[in-house]
């Protein structure tokens, strides 16, 4: 296991970035390194240890992207839309794989959430000719699909909840510990089913957004259930066609992400197939965890 800091030049900045990254494995080796994409924006990669499985037969390249983390903190770019965008994601990804001399190496991707909407369009660039395997884990294709997907889900919650959750969009107060306790009965259907709650996976992840909330407020929104940032329109349906490597695609049964957010991937992608783990959420690397390695494995290693 190594770590280290990746020099990164980012365009108009004076201060120097760095992105932070960490190896399990050994890179020199004939095994394929699959390098790992968290989601959040700015969840950080600590939620994603449990992958740590698939070791030693596949060599791991886990990162905390810029704005967060070990990575730099650019606090004073936050509401900043024209700054944290796809593209700025996509070339420090490109950067990170020059420096540890993977840029021309066969290299599989995984994408966790909105890791995997960055994976995608990563993948169907011309660019990326040494891709070999891609995972798009617990993501979506379309905010609008996402959208569609998390209101069915929104109104299967107890109606009292609901009137918090719209009081709370309607007053743009979404830092009520009533508005929090709404959410959190949201996140124990759908971001992760382990119990005791709120397992450390989701600990992990949530404590980065209260750390610094840059990049997820600016991108995102207050919560995974009020989408007003810069992600609000995306979509990466029209490039999927130009996703060459085989493609595998997972989500729960209770996945926030649901069928409909991941659809547009199976269709247009060339090389797909696509896993539902029953009694799983969007964490299903938690909720199903044995069966979410070996799906993962088998596809690798195959």
């Known amino acids: 296991m190594t770590e280290g800091l990746a020099n990164f030049a980012v365009e108009g900045l004076s201060k ?3 992105t932070w990254y960490k190896v399990f494995g ?26 740590t499985d698939l070791t030693p037969s596949v060599p791991l390249v886990f990162y905390d992207q810029l704005g967060n983390g070990r990575s730099t903190h650019l ?21 990170l794989l020059k420096h540890l001399g993977l840029e021309d190496r066969p290299i599989d991707v995984y994408g966790h ?17 040494n891709l070999r395997r891609l995972v798009l884990s617990n993501s979506l294709a379309s905010m609008d699909a ?9 109104k299967q919650l107890p109606a009292d909840v609901q009137a918090v959750l719209d009081r709370a969009e309607q007053d743009g107060d979404f830092e009520s510990p009533e508005y929090e306790a709404a959410v959190e009965i949201f996140y124990k259907r759908h971001l992760s089913l382990a119990r005791p709650w ?38 990466c349906v029209p490039v999927l066609k130009n996703i060459k490597a085989a493609t595998l695609l997972i989500n729960g049964t209770e996945d926030e992400a649901q069928d409909v957010a991941m659809w547009p991937f199976f269709k247009h992608i060339g090389k797909v197939r696509w896993i539902t783990l029953d009694g799983a959420a969007h964490f299903s690397h938690v909720d199903q965890r044995a069966r979410y390695i070996s799906c993962l494995r088998d596809f690798l290693v195959e």
């Open 75 to 95: 606090r004073e770019k936050a509401g900043d839309e024209s700054f944290w965008t796809v593209e700025l994601f996509k070339r420090e990804l490109d950067n």
């Open 16 to 18: 120097p970035c760095q």
């Open 113 to 129: 959430s909105w890791g995997g909407m960055l994976a995608a369009e990563w993948a169907a660039a011309p660019t990326c000719s």
């Open 198 to 235: 709120p397992p450390t996976e989701v600990e992990d992840a949530l404590a980065w957004f209260a750390k610094n909330p840059t990049t997820y407020g600016t991108m995102y929104g207050p919560s995974e259930l009020y989408i007003s940032g810069s992600l609000r329109n995306w979509t």
């Open 146 to 154: 996402w959208r569609t997907g998390v209101t069915a889900l929104r």
């Open 26 to 51: 050994d890179l020199h080796s004939s095994a394929i390194p699959l390098i790992i994409l968290h989601g959040g924006p700015g969840a950080c990669h600590d939620y994603l240890l449990s992958l």
